[in-house]
């Protein structure tokens, strides 16, 4: 049955809303939106993702023991919506029921990678999807400084055309990523004439308080600084510390004497060193510009440290009080768009939401990355099917999940990251491998020719069994053996086993720092 949405349009029945959603999971086209003057506006829907079966799809381990292992899915459609239980079940969810879901929460973080494509198209569908049910949040972006919210009020009462908004954004230098990337939801935005805000400390306030801290922001900016700056909790205290110290080891320029880099997870979901092919999810880049991002002038490691850590908390700080704001104006929920380091686990934006509105109820949604189709596999893997790699997230990573599958990501630097001297020569931005999980180890899918990785002996077709002691059965084993060895100036050995060895394994080693 139609039912009327109110804004722009209020009192007109709008019985395309389903047909919006369906149009974003199944294909791109112009649906017709409620005008000013009684007519229809057109507006660009997302391009396709493809929508799954209405009928849940209940998924269980194939083996006994951790539920994590030996697991074997169906080949999900991108843009599927489901929940994972701590055993590891997958139960495929009816964007509906999802929306619903959705409508019982104050908060909906919508958390993304931000070059994938993908994860995009399937905010956009989130958004539609609580269209349907006669819900009208408001949308909040960490892309967006909070002085651009001028433009995007201008934007929300009709007066800036889609196609003008990443000029007078002026997007190419306040975020920097492709803009059509996050077209579909702007779309629906536009559409739906949806309040938008931005939610971030603007640029230039971060880089200065990556460079001379807090006391050194100019009184005119003073006023885009959060009422508080929430520390981060200790466990993504210990997180953040071992990636600084990563990432600093890297900034000395010893990357070519064999220290391991990963993605720049702001949870420890990514693999040391990894440009991930399937099962877990790249937490997306905290960065207020990719192109520019702010860096600590080095003092002490430990001075540059507390600085990298009170950027990051200014960003999420920022970002939390602001929804807030947004809630207590807008009256309704609110679904805010984030980088996935952001949202996972509920340590960035969410628990400062938390602490700043406690009766808040939020609900965190991630993309799980799984592998490409089995015919877009490497030649490494056999072309053998890519389901049986598709272990599944992380429960307590968040409360629901869409399928996308793996986009190649270059690596970002993180803001507040320190500048130190390049020791000898330019560093190399990871380990070189391309990896893919699956049940017994991580299997090597690509060497790049000349990096780390092809020094230390490793082979395409190589299944890595263990760093150090540890047994690899998820990435996130690799990312924080590889942390902490070279937070500690310590070698890191994988032991592998080549395609062609039933039983022989050998042992490679990466120098660490000394």
């Known amino acids: 049955m139609a039912r009327p949405i109110g804004g722009r349009g209020a009192g007109v029945f709008l019985p ?46 194939t083996t006994p023991g951790d539920a994590r292992m030996g697991m074997t899915t169906p080949r999900l459609p991108d843009g599927t919506l489901l929940t994972v239980a701590a055993s590891g079940e997958i139960r495929t ?25 993908c994860d995009h198209r399937a905010q956009a569908a989130f958004i539609a999807a609580m269209l349907a ?60 004439r949806l309040p938008v805000h931005g939610l971030n400390v603007p640029q230039r306030v971060v880089r200065q308080v990556s460079r001379g801290g807090l006391e050194s922001v100019a009184e005119a900016d003073r006023a885009w600084l959060p009422p508080s700056i929430i520390a981060p909790a200790p466990e993504q205290r210990a997180t953040l510390t071992a990636i600084f110290r990563e990432h600093a080891a890297m900034r ?14 702001a949870a420890p979901t990514t693999a040391t060193g990894v440009s991930p092919a399937a099962p877990t999810v790249p937490a997306a880049t905290p960065s207020p510009a990719p192109s520019a991002p702010p860096s600590v002038p080095m003092g002490s490691t430990d001075e540059a440290l507390e600085r990298f850590l009170l950027v990051q908390s200014l960003w999420d700080s920022g970002m939390a009080h602001q929804a807030v704001r947004v809630r207590v104006a807008h009256g309704g929920p609110v679904v805010i768009l ?19 509105d406690p009766d808040a109820r939020v609900l965190l949604v991630m993309p799980w990355r799984i592998a490409p189709d089995a015919e877009g596999a490497s030649p490494a893997a056999g ?42 020569g330019p560093a190399r931005p990871r380990l070189g491998l391309l990896l893919q999980q699956e049940a017994d180890g991580a299997r090597v899918q690509q060497v790049e020719p000349g990096s780390v990785a092809e020094r230390a002996g490793f082979r395409p077709g190589d299944l890595i069994l263990r760093v150090g002691d540890r047994v690899v059965d998820s990435m996130r084993v690799l990312h924080e053996a590889g942390a902490a060895a070279v937070a ?16 022989g394994e050998r042992v490679l080693t990466v120098p660490g720092l000394k």
């Open 16 to 61: 395309c809303v389903p047909l919006l959603l369906l149009v974003l999971l199944a294909g791109g086209c112009a649906v017709a939106r409620p005008s000013d003057s009684g007519g229809t506006g057109r507006a660009p829907v997302a391009a396709p993702v493809t929508a799954a079966s209405n009928a849940p799809v209940t998924v269980t381990a």
């Open 93 to 117: 969810l009816d964007p509906a029921d999802a929306a619903r879901q959705a409508l019982r929460h104050d908060y909906i973080l919508l958390g993304e990678s931000h070059t994938s494509a």
């Open 133 to 192: 049910q006669g819900a009208r949040p408001a949308i909040g972006f960490e892309m967006v400084p909070r002085d651009g919210q001028p433009a995007l009020d201008e934007f929300s009462r009709g007066a800036t055309p889609l196609a003008k908004l990443p000029d007078t954004l002026d997007w190419g230098k306040t975020w920097g990523y492709d803009f059509e990337l996050y077209k579909p939801v702007f779309a629906v935005a536009d559409w739906a």
């Open 252 to 265: 000395a320029g010893r990357v070519g004497q064999g220290a391991v880099q990963g993605q720049q997870p």
């Open 338 to 356: 984030a980088g996935g380091g952001h949202v996972e686990f509920g340590w960035g934006i969410a628990r400062r939401i938390r602490l700043l």
């Open 383 to 424: 072309n053998r099917p890519a389901a049986a790699a598709d272990a599944p997230p992380d429960a307590a990573q968040a409360d629901l999940f869409w399928v996308c599958r793996a986009e190649p990501e270059p690596p970002r630097p993180m803001p507040g990251m320190p500048v130190m001297p390049d020791g000898g």
């Open 488 to 503: 500690a100036g310590q070698d890191v050995r994988f032991t592998v086993r080549g395609p062609g060895d039933a039983d």
